[in-house]
């Protein structure tokens, strides 16, 4: 009977040797398929990093009120300054990218936005007002790209062509609105709200040239913010303005007419300064006129909506800008025989625009 136990418990013995070994092993495949491999390891600190950075950031608080306000030195310093080149904002701006585009890192913007500039040959004007356009945007803590939108070839200017190319350009970069600004007005104060508008916003009805005074209600030139949807409600510009004048005035018409309202920063606030520069007079102020009071029965048929004679032949992301390249079409003959009247009494005649 001892000889039968002792074989008995030499055998229990070894069988929980046996499982102690097997769930020894069991234990370390566990420990080694837990551990992920570096690259994974990597990967995933990543994307959680990334994602907790981006849980940890706040909407942008930003307070008007508390900014600077008058940028008068800045303004006459641009004004006088001859030697404002492209490199001069580069050297100004070294955390812009590709297209002028920047956004706060320590915050959320509450606007995502593209400033849409129509040019033609005016690249003195240019550098001045990116260099202080750069300075407001960023204090107020704004998503923004700039668009500059100049018209292909030296025919006759038709701004309203290129507003609506530019403002189909700007709907594939998934903007929540635009700010259109002519290259020659300069922001007086860094409190001109240029976020993007409950309602369509004339920022720039104010200028210098014209006494501060905003002369009538359906005014739009200058600088003018406006989100997608209104600008589609309204149909965009009229395609239908060649040379110098009216497609602003008809654009703040179409507006009213299409139920918007049109807003403006505070009389104190909103300034701006014309620069110096040489405007060509309006070739017809009959055809225009014709226009301007045709306007508010035209603007569901002409404008973003039909009669797209542009076409964007280039397109560009330079440092400072997205440059592109709108050949607007052929004019129709009745404008034709316009310019053609018009060159033959010699209305090319130019005003210099004084400060």
Known sequence: MALLFRGSGRKKTSTVIFFAALLYLFYCFLLVSKQPSPSEDDTTGNRDAATESVRSLQICTTRLDEFDGPLHARINDLFNATNIVSDTVLNENPDLKPGGSWRPTNCIAQSKLALIIPFR????HLYKLLSILFQVLKRQQLDFRIILAEQHGTGPFN????????????QK???DCVVFHDVDVLPEDDRIPYGCPKLPRHLGGRVSTLDYKVWFDYMTGGAFAISMDHYIKANGYSNEFWGWGGEDDDFGRRLKASGLKIIRPDAVIGKYTMLTHVKRTWMSHGQTDRLLWQGAKRFRTDGLCCNKNWTIVSDEAKPLFRHIYIDVGEMNSQWKEVFKMAAERGATTTVLVEK
Do not use: H, S
């Open 159 to 170: 701004k309203g062509r290129i507003m609506n190319a530019a403002f189909e350009y700007a």
């Open 173 to 175: 970069l998934d903007v």
């Open 121 to 124: 040959d005016r690249d003195y």
